[in-house]
């Protein structure tokens, strides 16, 4: 059984900055075999991508929306995937969600991914 556990949200003001990290577990779950993304879903939105990264971290990708105020990473021996968010915006305000998907490279469909964390909420005054 996979396990993907989220933690970090919370109410942040506009311009502040959050961490978010996502742990993995599972007997038969080999984080180093996975694509890791972030996704979030605001309140009557789709589901939309947000950042991803390769299995060894050396590819991320992101949405135009958080180039350049988000970072993905990755920590391979903790199995654990970061997003960390600076410049925060209302529209920020989110669910966010991670996930992993058993492709080699970075894919912004959330359909395609494997497994899901239970999502944190994120919600950013103005």
């Known amino acids: 059984q996979v396990q993907l556990v989220e933690a970090g949200g919370g109410l942040v003001q506009a311009g502040g900055s959050l961490r978010l990290s996502c742990a993995a577990s599972g007997r038969t779950f080999f984080f180093t075999s996975y694509t890791m993304g972030w996704f979030r879903q605001a309140p009557g939105k789709e589901r939309e991508f947000v950042a991803g990264i390769s299995r060894n971290g050396d590819i991320t990708s992101y949405a135009d929306s958080v180039r350049g105020r988000f970072t993905i990473s990755r920590d391979n021996a903790k199995n654990t995937v970061y997003l960390k968010m600076n410049e925060m915006k209302p529209e920020d305000t989110a669910v966010y969600y991670c996930?992993?998907?058993?492709?080699?490279?970075?894919?912004?469909?959330?359909?395609?991914?494997?497994?899901w964390g239970q999502g944190t909420q994120v919600t950013v005054s103005s």
């Open positions: 996930a992993a998907d058993q492709e080699s490279w970075v894919r912004r469909m959330w359909a395609v991914y494997d497994y």
